[in-house]
T-cell receptor
Framework: GAVVSQHPSWVICKSGTSVKIECRSL??????MFWYRQFPKQSLMLMAT?????????EQGVEKDKFLINHASLTLSTLTVTSAHPEDSSFYIC?????????????FGPGTRLTVT | AQKVTQAQTEISVVEKEDVTLDCVYETRDTTYYLFWYKQPPSGELVFLIRRNSFDEQNEISGRYSWNFQKSTSSFNFTITASQVVDSAVYFCALSEARGKAGGTSYGKLTFGQGTILTVHP
């Protein structure tokens, strides 16, 4: 079946530095990818929609200048957390729908655990 | 706006008991999809089922079964004869069925708060 990978699976960085997380669709093309964030013991919240060849769409309350999203190809979307702070520590998960018509096939990556010290 | 409510924050059962996880949703869309995902301690989401809004037929897959009732906007999940390996967080989610103008709202999922299921031996 379709697979979505994320890299790295976990990362620890110092406050003030930037961290890039990659999301790849391994055997299908994804014109759209989604980035979710999950704080400990909480649900997944959509951060933004990554669109290949155009600007990402951010959910209300998500700072686009802090969470930079680049969807440079049909198989890769990157999320860069700029000037990370401890409150950005979270589990980041990407997903990609496989169909061009509907979202009914959603494949999730394994997630990236970010810890900012 | 879409909303998914999982009223049960935590459920604890003893192995072999049956357990039902509740999910109630709100949407103005006439066409939509409902999902259940399992999240074990590793964090990776495991897809369990997808249902579209036109298919109210209940489904059974092994020890798992789902009851979709459009009249009450509910999509409940039952595990029969629970096992320790079923211990995880379970999420119910709702998705639009088609992209809207501009495509920016296409396919995103709205998740419920999650239910922590603990099955004791």
């Amino acid at each position: 079946g379709a697979v979505v990978s994320q890299h790295p699976s976990w990362v620890i960085c110092k406050s003030g530095t930037s961290v890039k997380i990659e999301c790849r669709s391994l055997d299908f093309q994804a014109t759209t990818m989604f980035w979710y964030r999950q704080f400990p013991k909480q649900s997944l919240m959509l951060m933004a929609t990554s669109n290949e060849g155009s600007k990402a769409t951010y959910e209300q309350g998500v700072e686009k200048d802090k969470f930079l999203i680049n969807h440079a190809s049909l198989t890769l979307s990157t999320l860069t957390v700029t000037s990370a702070h401890p409150e950005d520590s979270s589990f980041y998960i990407c997903s990609a729908p496989t169909s061009g018509r509907a979202s009914y096939e959603q494949y999730f990556g394994p997630g990236t655990r970010l810890t900012v010290t | 706006a879409q909303k998914v409510t999982q009223a049960q924050t935590e459920i604890s059962v003893v192995e072999k008991e049956d357990v039902t996880l509740d999910c109630v949703y709100e949407t103005r869309d006439t066409t939509y999809y409902l999902f259940w995902y399992k999240q074990p301690p590793s964090g990776e989401l495991v897809f369990l089922i997808r249902r579209n809004s036109f298919d109210e037929q209940n489904e059974i897959s092994g020890r798992y079964s789902w009851n979709f009732q459009k009249s009450t906007s509910s999509f409940n999940f039952t595990i029969t004869a629970s096992q320790v390996v079923d211990s995880a967080v379970y999420f119910c989610a709702l998705s639009e069925a088609r992209g809207k103008a501009g495509g920016t709202s296409y396919g995103k999922l709205t998740f419920g708060q999650g239910t922590i299921l603990t099955v004791h031996p």
